[in-house]
DNA sequence: TCTGCTTCCACTTTTGAATAGT
DNA sequence: AACTATTCAAAAGTGGAAGCAG
């Protein structure tokens, strides 16, 4: 983690940031919590992007993420600075990663093709940064890093990685949980941030040629891939190595070339769109991750049956681009006639969106909690086994369920949950407002939704989850309670 | 045949333990 | 004895390429 000591304290103005952020959002503080005496919730958070002019370089091209079955870093890695938040308070910080839109992809010789609608969804995660919790001065003094958070395309993982889909598009979204702990979690106050620019392609192995090129160039680790480097005394190494494979490969290349070399990518003609989208770039909102979650677990069922599902987009677009200072909702539970009060399911079931408009559907993330594997072998890890807390709603039947958190735990201080008892059914509610995630240059643009955003009013919003906990028999019934490997 | 995925490779950086010095 | 600095080996992270599967 870089220091930035310009953050040592949270009063000192975010224009004396020596570095060049142009992604930040200032949520204004709750109207109906500001001056109500609780400066806990007198937020007025501001997030910015690290390294922003390497992301966008990458955005640019069309920034594509390496998933593996043990999983792979990313690159650029998710590092943020943070300020605003109240010094003596705690936080957690979380990311998760949203499906962009409901599409899959395919890169034909420059450019990203749709290549049909989305799989579905896999196993839902996110991943808790291991410092969390934390005091608001600790995320404040220097910039917060999530570099060991890695990407798997492998459904089955043990090691809580986030899982995805190759040839799909997601952003990491980014929730500050102002919590003493994971389980004070469902009752607190959610703000998400994203950028756009962060926005990439999940693939097995790089399509654009000046993706790998951009990565070579900046990650130390591919150091050895560079032009001027050890990579040809590298490549010669090996071909004296292995004769065989080079004779082969001499013949294979005289027949058509390299395949990468035909996939010099071209992007101009797409600058237009991304300029447009540069008009927005941060979004932010106040909810639950879990409730956008909702939908996605859930999609299997959801998506294949109901009516709502109709737009890949609305599957999992649980935010709205928000303008910079939009109005604060702290309770939207009034909003939709939803009751406060904690009777767990019916919050989330209602949540789920299965009565409502398709943008309120909600995502059910695999809730079982899984720590990277760094902590399993720490002794001093929190013995974290929450279970998936997923079960179905017996009123609405297969479609619903409560929202459930899988974090994935990189390494987590002990006792973050010492004295709790082991159950947390992460109540999630969906977000109302639905994002219109704006897309990358070099995709086509995706089909409209086929119906109107929400009003704006919806856009940021702080939620209160005061549901009950579930039912801790409901839980076992869910097949991903097996996630908890320490 | 084509596309996407997995595995292995050689290289680099990071990490942490052991050792030396103050 | 305690602390800091240095060294070094192991572990982990990279993209390329070959081979495999559907």
């Known amino acids: 983690m870089s220091r930035h000591p310009e953050y040592a304290t949270p009063s000192l103005p975010p224009n004396t940031h020596t570095h060049t952020h142009t992604h930040t959002h200032t949520l204004p503080p709750p109207p109906s919590m500001a001056g109500a005496g609780d400066s806990y919730h007198q937020g007025n958070i501001r997030m910015t992007i690290e390294d922003p002019d390497l992301w966008r370089s990458f955005h640019e091209i069309g920034t594509e993420m390496i998933i593996t079955k043990p ?12 300020s605003g938040l109240v010094p003596y308070a705690k936080y957690i910080l979380l990311v998760d990663m949203v499906p962009e839109d409901g599409l899959r992809y395919k890169w034909n010789k420059d450019k990203w093709e749709v290549a049909g609608k989305a799989e579905p969804q896999p196993p839902y995660r ?47 979204r980014f929730h500050i949980v102002q919590a003493d702990d994971l389980y004070s979690v469902r009752w607190s106050v959610f703000q998400t941030f994203t950028f756009p620019e962060t926005t990439f392609t999940a693939v097995t192995a790089y399509q654009n040629t000046k993706i790998t090129k951009l990565k070579i160039d900046h990650n130390p680790f591919a150091k ?15 071909s004296l190595a292995d004769p065989e494979r080079v004779a082969k490969k001499m013949s294979k290349d005289s027949e058509h070339g390299s395949p990468r070399d035909i996939q010099q990518s071209s992007c101009e003609g797409l600058d237009d769109e ?30 294949a049956e109901s009516p709502l599902s109709s737009d890949p987009r609305d599957m999992y677009s649980s935010e709205q681009l ?8 702290p309770y939207r539970f009034h909003e939709y006639g939803k009751s406060p009060s904690p009777s767990s399911s019916a919050g989330s079931v209602s949540g789920c969106g299965s009565t409502g408009r398709s943008s309120l559907e909600s995502r059910v993330p695999d809730v079982a909690t899984v720590p990277d594997h760094e902590s399993s072998s720490k002794p001093s890890a929190p013995e974290f086994g929450l279970p998936p807390t997923c079960p179905p709603h017996p009123s609405t039947g297969h479609q619903d369920y409560t929202g459930v958190l899988n ?3 990189a390494q987590t201080k002990p006792g973050i949950l010492g004295h709790h008892p082991l159950y947390t059914p992460y109540s999630t509610e969906q977000s109302l407002g639905q994002w219109s995630g704006a897309a990358s240059a070099q995709y086509p643009p995706p089909p409209p939704p086929p119906h109107h955003h929400l009003p704006s009013e919806y856009s940021t919003q702080a939620v209160h989850h005061g549901y009950h906990h579930g039912n801790v028999g409901d839980w076992s019934q869910y097949p991903l309670f097996s996630y908890s490997c320490w």
């Open 71 to 82: 999983g792979r870093r990313m690159f650029p890695h998710c590092k943020i600075s943070l």
């Open 126 to 172: 996110t991943y808790l940064h291991p410092d969390s919790p934390a005091p608001g001065s600790h995320w404040m003094k220097q910039s917060v890093s999530f570099l060991k958070l890695k990407l798997t395309n492998n459904a089955l993982d043990q090691h809580g990685h986030i899982i995805l889909h190759s040839m799909h598009r997601y952003h990491p």
């Open 224 to 238: 050895g891939f560079r032009d001027e480097g050890t990579n040809s005394k590298r490549r010669a190494n090996r």
């Open 274 to 303: 991304h300029a447009s989208r540069k008009e927005l770039e941060v979004k932010a909102e106040r909810y639950s991750p879990w409730e956008g979650a909702c939908d996605r677990d859930n999609s299997h069922a959801l998506r």
């Open 322 to 329: 928000v303008p910079g200072q939009s109005t604060y909702q």
């Open 407 to 409: 974090m994935a735990i």
